[in-house]
């Protein structure tokens, strides 16, 4: 039992951290329960077919001969090198385990940002309605110094970009507050150069 969960374990690991990578939820944002109940379904469906996958191993003898624990281990990882498995690219469409797996991820995705993006925009019009304009510039200001796993010149850089919205003459000030906002709550700074 202890193996099948090992499986199931690196296969949804890998896969919540890959989505944690993608996805930036605010901690207060209306709807990030959804949006984490979303991103579950998907862990739990790569961890389910780790377990599918270590039971149809197990089944037919393969790595009989390999420690329980460690075939749990290598299952997992192996369950996600199999989907990332492409056999041939026929007119440039991959034929193999990656093709259905790409499908499914996309698809999954999708929804997610979808959630994600409702979820952000409501979060950066509360802060936008309750915060005035220099409060909005002094918090990313402050955000961008306090990444402890920016280098310098990566704070340097979130610093100038703050500079650049602020300054930025063609651009309405709810526009800025908005970006400050997304900016303070994910870190984000897309929608502006």
Do not use: C
């Not at 389910?48 to 990882?77: C, H, K, Q, W």
């Not at 440039?92 to 409702?118: C, H, M, Q, T, W």
């Amino acid at each position: 039992m202890l193996a099948y969960l090992l499986a199931a374990g690196v296969a949804g690991t890998v896969t919540y951290l890959e989505m944690d990578q993608i996805f930036t939820i605010p901690d207060r944002s209306p709807g990030r329960w959804v949006i984490r109940r979303a991103m579950a379904v998907f862990v739990l469906l790569n961890a389910g077919l780790a377990i599918a996958l270590y039971a149809l191993l197990t089944e037919a003898g393969f790595l009989d001969s390999i420690n329980p624990v460690l075939r749990g281990l290598l299952v997992g990882a192996g369950y996600l090198s199999l989907v990332r498995l492409k056999f041939a690219t026929v007119e440039e469409i991959p034929f193999g385990f990656e093709y259905f797996y790409n499908l499914a991820k996309r698809s999954a995705y999708a929804r997610i940002n979808r959630r994600v993006i409702d979820a952000r925009d409501k979060a950066n019009s509360e802060l936008v309605e309750t915060t005035p304009f220099d409060e909005l510039v002094i918090r990313a200001t402050s955000r961008s110094t306090l990444d402890m796993l920016a280098s310098d010149e990566e704070r340097d850089e979130a610093k100038d970009w703050v500079l650049r919205v602020i300054n930025d003459d063609r651009t309405q000030e709810i526009e800025k507050k908005l970006v400050l906002a997304d900016f303070i709550l994910s870190g984000s700074r897309a929608g502006h150069s």
